[in-house]
């Protein structure tokens, strides 16, 4: 829907590249027409060239409004003529512009115009559309999106239709390149395929052998496989081949570049001769309109032959004036394809030009050619187009590998070996067990368990520089081990499930740290503890080395010095032990003292005077003849004890008669006995106090025993006992 008076074709060499087949030959003219117009076809005379590219405002003008066609064809030195180039285009009525501004776009798919979507857009001369459209909606298979916008005025432009293919949606993690393929012209059961390292996008600068094409004009077929197996569309880029010539002839000399399709306003500089041109320069935008153009770059060597057009998309944005100095902040790089590991580097101080010197490492890149990718970054945050270039990296072996065990029983073990190294060709494995292997990733068995020191030694066949990588391995199984053991008295095997009384060799199994049975084999020892019995006698109590004081007889007790033994076991000593006692009981007759002991010695003690043995009383019975407190000492058994003391009385105080007159008990809590010795035919009693004051009497005949009933207080009284010729006195004690 253009409203200009003349339609501008640009025919730049993504539509109408004309190139002759020989090299001898160049294009010297060209003709077009519109239509089926051959006979107003237009000439035009071109200096000789091998390739044309026509960039012309041409003069519509005279064509009625709707669907044309221009034809283009050109002729060589020779007077040969090229296939004709066709190209359709719509010519309507031209308006002003001031009016004719776009102010909505409409886009459907397939035939579906009535499900169309419509959007309204701020009016302007040029509208970008960057959106994601939703398929869901759309079967999996071929689809086509169709496209138009609308002016002001209300009229819509052609529509522009767009073949795209659905599938089913997968996630990026499975959905990485992994590998690439390319043809010429139609020689794809040639085809090369080359596997990548799987990533999201995969950057292919490789040198392509042409030595079995022709010269002339060809096609480069290139796709990609992800990896679900899907391949990408075919993507085509035509060259010329023409007979190579030495390097001394063949170095360039000038460069040019142009905008979009701006040929006729290239920009050609002439530079030093040379093989290789590094060109770094601030190329002036500010001509171009805010948008996505392109820019195209070629060089010219010293025969005058141009190369293939180098094309690079960039989007240009106004710049503010936050960004009036848009210096560099940093960059970042990668190797190959590997844009998910790349090495990020911010400058300390941002600058508006980087003389960049990086050291790179390469250490684990392969030998062999290799691009090297950086892309920088602006204080505003947007990143450049990625500047590609080719490295060739130098062969510098090193070796390194991993090692995963896949299966681990107790009498073998797999170990599976993954090559980690680079620069190798060839590669030489030693397991540690005495055996070897040259595969780049083997598995090795081991049937004996222990630590295992694994080497590779990988090779550079051209250099012969290697490079040995050692690592130690931990293999599991069942395990051997022989203990010696001195034991004392019994030991219990490791297991708990036995124990040993006397030497010998025995074997036990218990579990190892990798759950297999350690079998042991033991060399047992068995030592005897030391014995002794402690024979003792001892007087009423004994205090033992075991702190316990003992008061009657044991032969139980024992007690264990630890390591005291000769041989180091434990020496143990059993009491036997006897207390021997002294019975020192006495018994009180009146006034007589008598010892229990029998068969003792015994020395009868006056307690008033400090114990004072009473010299010559030393039989059983002592009857004192004055009152005290008196005691026994006896020795028996080897010991000796002293009872306790005894106040006695004697009872008879005086005595006329002629046979002993006993009174008990004395003392007495009242009731007394007074025994006569004799029958006696009229015997009287007094009793009468200290005092002498007579408390009770009574006259007895013809009796031998005469019980007295004492109901006086505590305290002495004398009796009087007299049978008319005999007098008796005798003392009481009542309590």
Known sequence: MSRLRNIILLLVCSFFTLSLFAQVTTIVEYEYWFNNEYASKVVATV???NQLTCSSTIDVSHLSNGINTINLIAKDSKGRFSSIATQHFFKSTPTSNENNRVVAYEYWFDDGFRQKATTEVTPAQQVVMAANLD???LCNGLHSLNFRTKDERGYYSSIATQHFFKSTPTSNVNNRVVAYEYWFDDGFLQRVTSEVTPAQEVVVAANLDVSGLCNGLHSLNFRTKDERGYYSSTATQHFFKSTPTSNENNRVVAYEYWFDNEFLQRVTSEVTPA??????ANLDVSGLCNGVHSLNFRTRDERGYYSSITTQHFFKIT?????AENLISGYKYWIDNNSENSTYIALSTAVSQLDLVEKVDLSRVPKGLHTINFQF???AGYWSAITTDTIQKVSYPIADFSFLTTTANCDSTVISFTNRSVDGDEYSWDFGDGLTDTLPNPSHTYHTPGTYIVSLTVTDTTTMNDSTLQATVLVPGRTYATSNITACSSFTSPSGNFTYTESGTYNDTIPNVFGCDSIITINLTILQPATHTDVVSACGSFTWVDGVTYTQSNNSASYTFPGAAANGCDSTVFLNLTINTVNISVT?????LSASATGAAYQWLNCDENQTPLPGETNQTFTPSNSG????RITQNECTDTSSCY??????????????IRVSPNPTSGNVLVDLGGIYHEISIAVTDQSGRLTQSMRKKNVDRIEINLSQPKGIYLLTIQDGKHRATAKVIKY
Do not use: C, H
């Not at 710049?319 to 960004?323: D, G, I, L, R, V």
């Open 647 to 660: 106040y006695v009385i004697p009872d008879l105080v005086e005595s006329s008669f002629a046979t002993a």
């Open 319 to 323: 710049k503010t004036s936050s960004y």
């Open 135 to 137: 398929v869901s909606g």
């Open 377 to 379: 970054r602006d204080v």
């Open 275 to 280: 093989q290789e041109v590094v060109v770094a």
């Open 588 to 592: 009180q007759n009146d006034g007589t």
């Open 629 to 632: 407190s008196y005691a026994v």
């Open 47 to 49: 200096d000789p060239l």
